[in-house]
T-cell receptor
Framework: NAGVTQTPKFQVLKTGQSMTLQCAQD?????MSWYRQDPGMGLRLIHY???????DQGEVPNGYNVSRSTTEDFPLRLLSAAPSQTSVYFC????????????FGAGTRLSVL | GDSVTQMEGPVTLSEEAFLTINCTYT??????LFWYVQYPGEGLQLLLK?????DKGSNKGFEATYRKETTSFHLEKGSVQVSDSAVYFC??????????FGTGTRLAVRP
């Protein structure tokens, strides 16, 4: 099983550029989420989705957009990258009553210059 | 709101030493508690969990007991190995759909 797959693994952007971080899961999980990981701050929730067509904001949603057109895919869009968005981004998925047992991708390390 | 506080790292131990990583939480209601582990270059993975007071979660020699009276969920292992070197995250899951993570504690085990 592939589990949760994130692409790309590394990315460097210039301020103002846009890009999409891809996330796909093959476990038919309803719940998917995006986190950012910054030193000394743990993981912070950006956006999440409880099913196809349904998304909601997490703790730090500003500057990011998401959509969930299929169960499998949950892309994260940076509309106009800023240096403050330099971070490691993790996508996670989970299912049903065990939604707190989340399966994480390997992460995308993003640098914004 | 919900919050999780972990001891600051890094924690450096020699192989076969005893490990304790402290975790305390603040939450309304009756949350579930988790320890996740992140090995170098990888995403987080669930290490163990406990869903109610006095439950003990265990996995790979690690243990943690859900203590409601002290609002704690400390992680312990009797004899660490070099392969245990990783970042450990305490997390809280409440009635909503979200997990609240602590800041993580880096463990380095020397041969």
């Amino acid at each position: 099983n592939a589990g949760v797959t994130q692409t790309p693994k590394f990315q460097v952007l210039k301020t103002g550029q846009s890009m999409t971080l891809q996330c796909a899961q093959d476990m038919n999980h309803e719940y998917m989420s995006w986190y950012r990981q910054d030193p000394g701050m743990g993981l912070r929730l950006i956006h999440y989705s409880v099913g196809a067509g349904i998304t909601d904001q997490g703790e730090v949603p500003n500057g990011y957009n998401v959509s969930r057109s299929t169960t499998e895919d949950f892309p994260l869009r940076l509309l106009s990258a800023a240096p403050s968005q330099t971070s490691v981004y993790f996508c996670a998925s989970s299912q049903g009553e065990t939604k707190n047992i989340q399966y994480f991708g390997a992460g995308t390390r993003l640098s914004v210059l | 709101g919900d919050s999780v506080t972990q001891m600051e790292g890094p924690v450096t131990l020699s192989e076969e030493a005893f490990l304790t990583i402290n975790c305390t939480y603040t939450a309304t209601g009756y949350p579930s508690l988790f320890w996740y582990v992140q090995y170098p270059g990888e995403g987080l993975q669930l290490l163990l969990k406990a869903t109610k007071a006095d439950d003990k979660g265990s996995n790979k020699g690690f243990e943690a007991t859900y203590r409601k009276e002290t609002t704690s969920f400390h992680l312990e292992k009797g004899s660490v190995q070099v392969s245990d070197s990783a970042v450990y995250f305490c997390a809280l899951g409440s009635s909503g759909d979200k997990l609240t993570f602590g800041t993580g504690t880096r463990l380095a085990v020397r041969p």
